[in-house]
Every structure is written in structure tokens, then in C-alpha cells.
């Protein structure tokens, strides 16, 4: 993620559990760890790359997961400690990101690595989590299709709550190409004490990368690539990838054998 990642996450942080409220990680996250047993996972120790609030680790911590998570935004980080107290959270960048133990399963889910706009930085985050696996250890993570980047980013939606009204403003054209750039804003107006309202802007820009883009930085990454699931609006993972119906590419992949990791 870049600092403009950082800066759009650090002004969303106290709206971003709201604007999910309606993702059900806990069965999302039971069908990828599930996938994942499917292919050999052993063990219960989770890295969470791109952790955000930690919703996205905190139903591994309920099914007896040890965890540890990081993420760029500090705001972002200082709701999922208050949260979980016990979890280690580290805040960084996911392209430099350090040795913090190893881990049974490297995640990154919910589409961090599509604020990476360049390959090479997609490739420096999939060698940290290579590098932080344990032996025998599987990576997975989720990008966005091109169908996500036509549709949602391309769309207008508004979450509305008591204290709260955010606005989703996509800024992406409905036939953008494969590999787009594509924009959206985030509004949120905040009721303040004494009845005022307040409005934050969020800025958010990610890259679509195209599943043979992502292989060939998993290779260049020293990773050996198991499986690539779609997954559609009801957060069900299943076997061929569809860019144009799926909304993301579930990816699950291992260290590869040392001849055929890459070099330098």
C-alpha cells in the first residue's frame, strides 16, 4: 500500500466496521481456511497482512488461531488492538514487510495488494509473506477482478446509520480495460456532539491485476501457485476464475522447491 493508501485508511478508520457491516467474516473466513486444509494446511498460527480493524483475523482468534497482524495505517491498527489486546500488530508497508515468526498461513485478504499499482511492488509483498512462512506453510490472498473494477468502482452507494451516512463514489468507467486504474471517494458525514455534522473524504485508488500478471509475480516471488478460486458477491470461493462474473481471485499458493525459486 502506498502513503496514499495510508492517508485514505487513516480517515476511514472510525467509519470502516460500519461500511462492512454487512461482510460475514466468519463464515468467509471458515471457506478460505478451509480451502487451504483442503491443500495441506497444518497448524494455527496466522500472519494477517493488510489487517485493518481486524475483522478479518478476529474469527481465526475465535477459532483458536494464534495471530499476528499488520498493517499501514495507523488509525486502522489502533481499532483492531483495542479489539485484540493479546494479537501482535505491527505497523508497516506491505512491500517491506519484516520477518515477524512462522506462520502456518500468510494472509492477505480483502484486496490490499490492489493498492500496489506496480507489479514489482506486488512481487516485494508476495516475497515477504514467502518469507515469513513456516515450513510447509500456505499463502492466501485476494485481488479484485476486472468485474469489480466496472461495477463497483464504476457505481454510487451510501451506507446510512444513526450517526453516520457514508457515500461511495466510484469515478471508474463501466468498460475500463483489463489492468485500469481505477478511482473512488469515499464520503463519510458524521454526526458531532451537539447535533453538527462533519465530512471526511477518503480517496481510494487501486489497480486491477490480471490473474496471469499475479502468477507470473508469484513465481518471480519464489511461490508456488495451488489454486485460483472466483468468488461472487456471496463470499463463496469456487474453482475457475471468471474476471467478468466473479468479483475476486482467491489465490492460495506455497514456497516453491528451491531450484525453482527465483534469484537475486
Not at 76 to 96: G, H, S, Y
Not at 254 to 263: F, G, L, S, W, Y
Request: aromatic letters at 8%.
Amino acid at each position: 500500500m502506498s502513503v496514499d493508501a495510508r492517508c485514505a485508511y487513516d480517515v476511514f478508520a472510525p467509519f470502516y466496521d460500519d461500511f462492512t457491516a454487512h461482510h460475514d467474516y466468519e463464515s468467509w473466513t471458515a471457506d478460505l481456511e478451509g480451502l487451504a486444509r483442503d491443500w495441506g494446511l497444518t497448524g494455527s498460527r496466522l500472519l494477517d497482512v493488510g489487517c485493518g480493524t481486524g475483522k478479518s483475523f478476529l474469527p481465526f482468534l475465535r477459532r483458536g488461531w494464534t495471530v499476528a497482524g499488520c498493517d499501514l495505517s495507523p488509525a486502522m491498527l489502533e481499532r483492531a488492538r483495542v479489539k485484540a489486546p493479546a494479537a501482535q500488530l505491527v505497523a508497516c508497508d506491505m512491500r517491506e514487510l519484516p520477518v515477524l515468526g512462522e506462520f502456518d498461513l500468510v494472509a492477505c485478504i480483502d484486496d490490499g495488494l490492489n493498492y500496489l499499482a506496480d507489479l514489482a511492488d506486488v512481487r516485494r509483498a508476495l516475497d515477504g509473506m514467502r518469507r515469513n512462512l513456516a515450513a510447509g506453510g500456505l499463502a492466501l490472498f485476494d485481488v479484485n477482478t476486472l468485474a469489480t473494477y466496472r461495477g463497483f468502482f464504476a457505481s454510487c452507494s451510501v451506507v446510512a446509520g444513526p450517526e453516520s451516512v457514508l457515500v461511495w463514489q466510484g469515478r471508474t468507467p463501466r468498460d475500463a480495460d483489463p489492468g485500469v486504474l481505477a478511482d473512488a471517494t469515499i464520503t463519510a458525514f458524521s454526526r458531532r456532539d451537539g447535533g453538527a455534522w462533519s465530512r471526511a473524504d477518503s480517496h481510494h485508488r487501486q489497480r486491477h491485476h490480471p490473474a496471469a500478471a499475479v502468477g507470473a509475480a508469484l513465481h518471480d516471488a519464489g511461490l508456488e501457485p495451488l489454486a485460483v478460486y472466483g468468488q461472487g458477491l456471496d463470499g463463496k470461493p469456487s474453482r475457475g476464475l471468471d474476471e467478468l462474473r466473479h468479483t475476486k481471485a482467491v489465490f492460495i499458493a506455497r514456497a516453491a522447491r528451491a531450484p525453482d525459486r527465483a534469484r537475486g
